[in-house]
Each structure stands twice: as C-alpha cells, then as structure tokens.
C-alpha cells in the first residue's frame, strides 16, 4: 500500500481501520476527565490545581490542532500520522512515571498534543473513496472518533477501580505503539501537493477563514451544539452524585455508556449528505439536541421517570451532536483536497473552543441553579445555532459541492 492515496481506492476493511485508530487515539484526550481525583490524590495537587489534570491535556490538543494539523497540507500522511502517535506514546509513558505533579503535568500536554493525530486521519480519508460516497465513509470513520470519546470515560474508571490510575497509561501507551505498526503497514501515501511552506501554511489560514462561509459557518454551528454536549457531560456526573440520585462512581460511569448509542448518527449523517439533504439534516440534528435537555425538564429529580429520561437524551443529544459534526466535515472537504488539512485544523479548533467553554457553562450553572439552569441553557445553545443558520438561506450561502485540487482558497465556498 505504498501508492499515492490520491490515486487509491479505499477498501472497505481501511475505512474501519482508520474508524479504529480514531477511536483509540482520541480516547487519550478523556482518560482523565473521571481520574481527576485519584491522580491529584497521588501527585498531592490541591484540590484547586486538580482541575489541570484536564486542562492541560485540552490545551494541548487546542495547540496541536493549530500547529499540527495543518503539515497534513504539506508533510507525507502516513509518516507524520505515526510521528504523532508515537509522540503521544512517550507522552503518556512520561506520565505513568512522573512523581510530580509539574512532570505529569508537561506529560499530558504532549498527550493532547499528540492525540492530534486522529484530526490528521479524518480528513485523509475522504480522497480514497469515490465522491458519492465520501459522506459515508467521513461518518464511518467519525463514528469511530464519537465511540472513542464517549468509551473512554467508562474503560478509564473501570481499569482505575480493578487496577488503579496508571494501568491506564499502561494500556493506553502500548495501544498507540501497537497502532503506530499497524498504520505503518496499511495507510497508503499521500503526498501533499502545497507549494507553501510551514511559515506561509499557518499564515494561509487566516485568509481561509476570512474567505470561506461555509468554513466559518460550519464551525461555529457546531461549537453551540458541541458547547451543549459539554454542559450535559460535565453537569449531569454532578448531578447523578447529589444526594438526589446518590449514584456511585461505577453507576456515573455505566450511565456514560448510554450515550455510546448516538455514535450510529455519523454514518447515516454522511449518507444524507451523499444524497444532498445537508441542510434539512442540519436543522434536525439542532432541534434534537435542544429536545434533548427540555426532555429532563420533565420529571421530578430524582425519580426513576427522570433516569429514564436522562437515558433518552444522552442517547438523542449524542445523535445530534455526532450527525452536525459529520455534516460539517462533509461540507468543508467539499472545498478542495489540497488544503483540507488547514481546513479541519480550523473547524475543530473553533468548536474544540465551543465545547471548553460548554464544560465551564455546565460546572457553573449547576453550582448555581441546579438542573432546571443546566437544562435550559443546554437547550438555548443549538437553538442559537438554528437562528444563525437561518441567515445562512436569507444571505443565499450555497450548498457545498465537492471539487477536486486547486489552491483557489480566495473564492473558496462562495
């Protein structure tokens, strides 16, 4: 498989593949989220500074998406795919073995650093198939992407309570050394034809923005929606712990798997896309995560109707939320191979911006309101996101179609 990947065919059993390794790598972002407590206890973090644990990780997956992500444009694929994952592996070797605080620390910003890698594999895909199926095969490897996220927070505290923090790290380290060897055996080539160097890559991606509706767009459709995935995933383990419901960690953590169910919306988001049905598709995915919060508003807290609830609209949000990204990706791939790389470096990095921001909101309101705020500001952001696309079809922004080559970002989704 050492072809170019512009010239090859992708097979079936390749788009499963690369769903995979989208799976395990961004799984590396999420181990910590419901490891906070363990690891500050064992790095003797302060309660206050337990937060960086997270944080930092986050971060540097926010930098990477804006350093890295672009040399897709310009740096062979399948090498600087498995540079990054092996960058990740030491990272999260170094953290398995840091003693303190600051070491571990500077490891799981390499981690985030590295798990860039799976924004790197998202968009080599899309080139392999044919253009009437490059829809279906964006879903197939974003529902790898959505079930590594949403996995990797129950997996993380089952190891934790069966083995402790690191077996974690452990598992994780030697998943990326094991798929770095795997990738290097099946990932065809791709050559990238940019004539820009690194300097005028980074530069390019400002005019990008400026230039490209649909980029800007799409992005920040997706950051209200992923901003209201991060307001229902951050406040609902506080709510479940109250004294209200009373769940234990092992019960949080089984109540993560229900979302896992939403992942199926990515390749049917993809195969509406194929058949031009992005924008009725987009309107849906809105309306179902905002349906999604007014469910919980339902019940009475704590009682059975309202777990059940609960249940329902992690599963619904999840599919609204993993269907927009899909339609997204599908949209700016449309706007040429030789710069897609730039492309989703931009539109994660804003809706990456969107979901930070949504983690804050969710903490917040529910120190603040409880549940009823929590809800009713989860259900305003994809309806914010709804008004701006509706200004999308009064201003006459065009349907996105595919279009091969060219460096013609000045003109690009107008």
């Known amino acids: 498989m050492s072809s170019n990947a512009e010239t090859a065919t992708m097979p079936a059993w390749l788009v499963w593949m690369l769903a995979t390794a989208c799976g395990l790598i961004v799984a590396n972002i999420y181990y910590t989220q419901p490891l906070v407590g363990p690891i500050a206890e064992s790095l003797s973090l302060s309660p206050a500074a337990a937060g960086l644990i997270v944080t930092m990780t986050q971060v540097g997956y926010g930098v990477g998406l804006l350093l890295i992500v672009p040399l897709g444009d310009l740096i062979e694929n399948r ?7 092996l960058l990740a592996a030491v990272a999260l070797v170094g ?5 303190q605080a600051t070491l571990f620390l500077t490891a799981a910003l390499f981690v985030g650093f590295g798990s860039v890698a799976v924004q790197i594999l998202v968009p080599y895909a899309p080139p392999l198939a044919p253009a009437a199926r490059r829809g279906q095969v964006v879903g197939t490897v974003m529902s790898g992407l959505m079930l590594g996220i949403m996995l990797a927070r129950p997996v993380a505290s089952a190891l934790t309570e069966a083995f402790g923090w690191q077996a974690v ?4 380290s030697l998943l990326m050394v094991v798929l770095s060897l795997v990738l290097a055996r099946v990932m065809p080539q791709r050559r ?4 820009l160097g690194y300097g005028g890559l980074l530069l390019s991606m400002g005019r ?4 490209t509706p649909i980029l800007r767009r799409r992005a920040l459709y997706q950051a209200f929606l992923f901003a209201a995935f991060s307001v229902f995933w951050t406040a609902v383990p506080l709510l479940l712990a109250s004294p209200v419901y009373g769940f234990s960690q092992g ?20 195969r509406l896309a194929d058949r031009g049905l992005t924008r009725p598709a987009t309107v849906t995915a809105m309306l179902i995560a905002s349906g999604a919060f007014l469910l919980t508003l339902i019940a009475e807290p704590g009682t059975a109707l309202a777990v059940a609830l609960l249940v329902v609209a992690a599963v619904v949000l999840d599919f609204g939320v993993s269907a927009n990204v899909v339609l997204g990706q599908r949209a700016i791939y449309s706007l040429g191979d030789s710069y897609r790389g730039r492309l989703n470096g931009l539109y994660m990095a804003t809706f990456f911006t969107g979901g930070a921001i949504g983690s ?3 903490g917040w309101s529910q120190a603040h309101g409880g549940w009823g705020l929590t809800g009713w500001i989860g259900a305003a952001l994809p309806l914010l996101a709804l008004l ?8 006459g922004v065009p349907e996105p179609l595919w279009m091969e080559g060219g460096e013609a970002e000045a003109g690009a989704g107008r």
């Open 169 to 172: 790290f452990v598992l994780s």
């Open 192 to 195: 990238p034809t940019a004539a």
């Open 95 to 99: 953290a398995l073995f840091a003693r």
């Open 79 to 85: 090498r600087l795919v498995i540079s990054v994952i």
């Open 360 to 362: 804050a909101l969710g």
């Open 388 to 395: 701006y696309f509706l200004t999308e079809l009064a201003f």
């Open 251 to 270: 019960d949080i953590a089984l109540f993560g798997l229900a979302g896992v169910a939403g992942a199926v919306a990515a390749p049917i988001a993809g």
């Open 208 to 211: 990008l923005v400026r230039t």
